[in-house]
């Protein structure tokens, strides 16, 4: 069974930064793309960052890109997450997630592309 677990987040205030990071329980995280979405109240979890097996590629949504670094440590079995310059709009439960199939590429956009969640933990940015 594989479990993921977030931590990192919390409150901060506008222009300020966080930085997520994800563990992975099981086994094989280093043949695996991994991804982080967010999700705000009464919103669609939404694609924020991705980032290929081996961590040579990643891919950002517009509203985050410039601003957030996605990146991976195999000997960790760990996914990080750093967010800067962060703003009100940045308010979500953010999760990461596990891509189905394992030794893929790096441009996984759509949750139906994830099989493994984690909880889920709260950034809020006060204004």
């Known amino acids: 069974q594989v479990q993921l677990v977030e931590s990192g987040g919390g409150l901060v205030q506008a222009g300020g930064s966080l930085r997520l990071s994800c563990v992975q329980s099981?086994?094989?995280?280093?043949?695996?793309?991994m991804g982080w979405f967010r999700q705000a109240p009464g919103k669609e979890r939404e694609f924020v960052a991705c980032?290929?097996?081996?961590?040579?590629?990643?891919t950002y949504a517009d509203s985050v890109k410039g601003r957030f670094t996605i990146s991976r440590d195999n000997a960790k079995n760990t996914v990080y997450l750093q967010m800067n310059s962060l703003n009100p709009e940045d308010t979500a439960v953010y999760y990461c997630?596990?891509?189905?199939?394992?030794?893929?590429?790096?441009?996984?956009?759509?949750?139906?592309?994830?099989?493994?969640w984690g909880q889920g933990t709260q950034v809020t940015v006060s204004s």
């Open positions: 997630a596990r891509v189905r199939t394992s030794w893929g590429g790096s441009d996984y956009r759509n949750r139906y592309d994830y099989n493994y």
């Open positions: 099981g086994r094989f995280f280093n043949s695996y793309a």
């Open positions: 980032v290929s097996w081996g961590g040579g590629a990643t």
